[in-house]
């Protein structure tokens, strides 16, 4: 709980996406939006007693009586799931403040009793966009996006003919890899192995699998793929550049792309003493390929935006949607902390991409590239990996 001394430094900091003030509670109904919007957020504490301009108004004894039962009706009656804060009694420079501690929420998305999903936008709030909800319920691990069926049939009949949404060969060739045998061995149809191997659902493909061994990736999701942009400076420019490409297909094509876009782009140093002797790319091609992989394998797909990958003169960025999921922080990914956004893709990415899927990667990219800095921004919901450049 927190001082005296500690309450007024946040009066004075002002309202933002975690502190709210109020001067008086309207009514239950009003209360339970707030804690709802905080607990789709990342928690934080309502000063009731405080005015909009940092001002203290503070209670009455009778006003605190009346608010209490208000608070616990929020929470248990108005909220879905019900949602537990905690109250705090305090008195600041005389007078007396409420302060309700509304937790981040573990089992989003939370809804008013009208069913409506609220999300804290700075220091206010707002409705949830249907994208956003999806998150939320990513966030809480009860949905799995790349479970989720695509409009990509597994099989349509075209004038007598069958045309597939799914490069047979491609996941033939994976499947006798992992199971050592092949699809007519098991007895069962192809669509028949997607659907147990949760590729597919009710005849179509799901996200994973369309990613993963789709003919159509970007046919059928557009933003599932990797922009890659050289510039001849250290700035973005709109219509200035060296090289640029779409890297699309599978996750694996993507990877191989992006691949020979960093290393087309990038140099080679010379670190032996023969004229002949093969270059040294300028930045380790294990940690760009650990990026790329942890790019593709770990982003938000319910965001509509692509990868990015920019090249200028002093740096490369690694630009991917989503910012990183339930509580990690850098400090935990550096010490080889990992939680799977995308599990299927993930475990599969073990049998297809350089990835070993343990956690390793961060730790991999610091020691073979040391100074290479990570960015989470969760405002801009996107995480960025920076190499700086051996030649500048």
């Not at 209490?68 to 305090?90: C, E, F, G, H, S």
């Not at 709030?125 to 597994?154: D, G, M, N, W, Y």
């Not at 700035?235 to 992006?258: H, L, P, W």
Request: net charge neutral; charged share 25%; proline share 4%.
């Amino acid at each position: 709980m927190k001082s005296e001394e500690e309450i007024k430094k946040e009066i004075t900091l002002g309202e933002d996406s975690s502190r709210q003030f109020k001067e008086k509670l309207n009514d239950a109904v009003h209360i339970a939006v707030e804690m709802c919007a905080m607990s789709n957020s990342k928690g934080g504490v309502i000063y009731v007693g405080v005015r909009d301009n940092n001002s203290i108004a503070g209670l009455t004894a009778e006003e605190i009586k009346k608010f209490n039962p208000w608070i616990a009706d929020a929470a248990n009656q108005l909220i879905r799931p019900a949602v537990y804060p905690l109250t705090q009694k305090v008195t600041v420079e005389g007078k007396i403040l409420l302060l309700i501690q509304v937790p981040e929420g573990s089992s989003k998305p939370y809804c008013d009793n009208k069913g409506i999903f609220w999300v804290k936008s700075g220091s206010d709030k707002r409705t949830a966009s249907p994208q956003e909800i999806l998150r939320l319920f990513q966030e809480s691990a009860q949905f799995s996006l790349e479970e989720t069926a695509t409009s990509a049939e597994v099989v349509t009949l075209t004038d007598k003919k069958e045309e597939w949404s799914v490069d047979r060969a491609k996941f033939y060739t994976f499947f006798e890899k992992i199971f050592g045998k092949e699809i007519s061995d098991t007895g069962l149809t192809t669509e028949q192995v997607l659907k147990n191997m949760n590729l597919a659902k009710e005849s179509k493909l799901t996200l994973a699998g369309l990613l993963l061994f789709g003919n159509n990736t970007q046919g059928i999701k557009p933003f599932c793929l990797i922009r890659a942009v050289a510039f001849p400076g250290n700035e973005i420019s709109d219509n200035v550049y060296n090289d640029k490409r779409d890297c699309m297909g599978t996750i694996e094509e993507q990877f191989r792309s992006a691949m020979t876009f960093l290393k087309n782009n990038l140099s080679n140093i010379q670190k032996e003493k023969s004229f002949n002797s093969q270059g040294t790319l300028e930045i380790d091609a294990r940690a760009l390929e650990e990026a790329v992989v942890n790019a593709l394998l770990h982003r938000d797909y319910s965001k509509n935006a692509v990868i990015r990958i920019l090249i200028f003169k002093n740096r490369v960025e690694i630009i991917s949607p989503g910012c990183l999921p339930n509580h990690l922080t850098i400090e935990n990914i550096k010490n080889g902390n990992s939680v799977m956004r995308n599990p299927l893709l993930s475990s599969f990415g073990t049998k297809i991409l350089p990835y070993s899927g343990i956690g390793s990667g961060i730790p991999r990219i610091i020691k073979t590239h040391p100074g290479t800095d990570f960015l989470n921004d969760e405002d801009g919901e996107q995480f960025t990996v920076i190499f700086y450049r051996s030649i500048a």
